[in-house]
């Protein structure tokens, strides 16, 4: 074969332009090694790796065309849209298979993570919910042994002895009902009585409980029983002040001592008391109060306060003393807190209602004419006095008129420290409005008063009905 020749038979000036052609042509170069890829599936054949045209070193090899052959330098170079089995893919081809490989490996080894995660996420969740349902079940069963602890639903009915000390503090208290299986949380029970805001007043003494008590009747249970309901109270008209409160509570309404502070001390809004100023018992009076517990029919409820039950008299007071009883009294130029103590004396000392005006103008005729009537002698001032020290009413005798008080008005001028009873209404009106008279003496024998003008007359009145003063002498109310 001569060198200017080639396979073909063609001349080489031929050859020569045919080259040149295919050298001008643009050929299709890859734009990185060509690698060999071998076919994902197999028919178990071994694939010969061949050279990409153009490759360094390579010489391109010829192919036979009807006998005519033909370097691949004058044939662009084509990818065939399917590639087959058996064949070996370049280029970008290969790259993307190579990816969808890598993607494919990626994504089982993302599916084996993520149904390990999800095996794991099942673990944790049943874990969460089991831990959640005995805490459920531990926190019920505790708040159901508090709820019957607190409320006693199911507890042991047997008595049991208890000592309270004196001045308990709350935390002694729950020691003492824990250590004899009253309660079972002390604690709780703290935190019960501190919430209620319950006071913890604790009076000492040996007490019978059950466990049957929940916490709010323990704490009710060391203490005086407050009666229940309502009562109805009527104060008698010329009660005095002593008797009123002794009244109360027969009835189961409040304490003596009490009372007694609150008459004397508290400090009511009415401008009847704001008269009697803070030296009221400066002159020996007994009690502020004294002739302002208005009588009547009172509605009171058993627990109520003492301040609420006197507050309720003291209003009563102020309802039926209107502002013309105060002019009344302006007027006539005495207090009211004077006039009140007129009416107390009448209210004692008349044998009735229908005498109250002119046992009334007794006394005014003699505060009137002070100097030939000095004092008022009235027994009733007397009794008042002696009952209050001995807390009996007395039968006067002549010793007791020189006891020795500011309520003795024989030896005592002008009126006494205060009133002696708590009027009624038409007392004060007759205090108020007494008729014009001109007597200066009474005595009463039961049902009948008796007036007279001067000592000689009054004193054989005082024969005539039997009522000296040698003889045991209650003057009449």
């Known amino acids: 074969m001569n060198n200017g020749e080639i396979n073909n038979g ?26 060999a890829l071998r076919p994902v599936r197999s028919t178990g054949e071994a694939v010969p790796k061949t050279s990409a045209p153009g490759a360094r070193g390579q010489k391109p090899a010829a192919e036979s065309a009807g006998g005519n052959g033909t370097t691949d330098r004058t044939r662009q170079i084509s990818i065939p849209e399917q590639v087959p089995p058996d064949a070996t893919l370049v280029g970008d081809t290969a790259d993307k298979i190579t990816a969808e490989t890598s993607k494919k490996k990626r994504r089982r080894r993302r599916d084996d993570d993520s149904e390990g995660r999800q095996i794991s996420d099942i673990v944790k969740c049943f874990a969460y919910v089991t831990f959640v349902l005995v805490a459920a079940i531990l926190l019920s069963v505790f708040i159901v042994m508090v709820a019957n602890d607190m409320y006693a639903f199911v507890k042991s009915a047997d008595p049991v002895e208890v000592t309270i000390p004196e001045n308990a503090t709350l935390d ?38 059950t466990a049957q008590l929940g916490y709010k009747e323990l704490l009710r249970e060391f203490r005086p029983k407050v009666p229940q309901g309502v009562s109805w109270v009527t104060i008698p008209e010329g009660y005095t002040t002593d008797e009123i409160i002794d009244l109360l509570v027969e009835t189961g309404i409040g304490t003596r001592e009490k009372y007694v502070d609150v008459i004397n001390n508290y400090d009511f ?89 002119t046992v009334s103008s007794v006394f005014h005729n003699r505060l009137n004419d002070p100097y030939n009537f000095p ?53 004060m009106l007759a205090a108020l409005n007494p008729i014009q008279t001109n007597y200066y003496f009474f005595v009463s024998s039961g049902s009948k008063t008796y007036f007279s003008v001067t000592r000689a007359e009054h004193e054989a009145k005082v024969a005539e009905i039997g009522a000296g003063l040698d003889d045991e002498y209650t003057p009449e109310e």
């Open 10 to 35: 063609l001349p080489k000036t031929e050859q020569t332009g045919v080259a040149g052609e295919a050298e001008k042509a643009p050929v299709r170069r890859p734009r990185r090694p060509v690698r």
């Open 172 to 209: 002694q208290v729950a020691d003492i009902l824990h250590d004899n299986r009253i309660i079972k949380y002390p604690g709780i029970f703290k935190m019960y009585a501190k919430i209620k805001k319950d006071p913890c007043v604790f009076y000492a003494g040996d007490y019978t409980i």
């Open 375 to 427: 004092y008022l002698e009235t027994d009733a001032s007397i009794v008042y006095a002696i009952q209050h020290e001995t807390g009996k009413r007395p039968k006067l005798t002549s010793e007791d008129l020189k006891l020795d008080s500011p309520y003795n008005s024989y030896t005592h001028p002008g009126l006494p420290p205060g009133p002696i009873s708590s009027p009624s209404n038409s007392a």
């Open 269 to 357: 809004d009415y401008w009847f008391i704001d008269e009697l100023g803070d030296d009221w018992a400066a002159d020996g009076r007994f009690y502020r109060l004294d002739g302002y517990l208005f009588p009547d029919t009172y509605e009171f409820y058993n627990a109520s306060s003492e301040e609420t039950v006197i507050n309720k008299m003291l209003y009563r007071f102020n309802t039926i003393f209107t502002d013309e009883y105060r002019q009344g009294a302006e007027l006539m130029g005495f207090s009211v807190d004077d006039i009140i103590t007129i009416a107390s004396i009448v209210e004692k000392e008349a044998a009735s209602p229908s005498d109250f005006s």
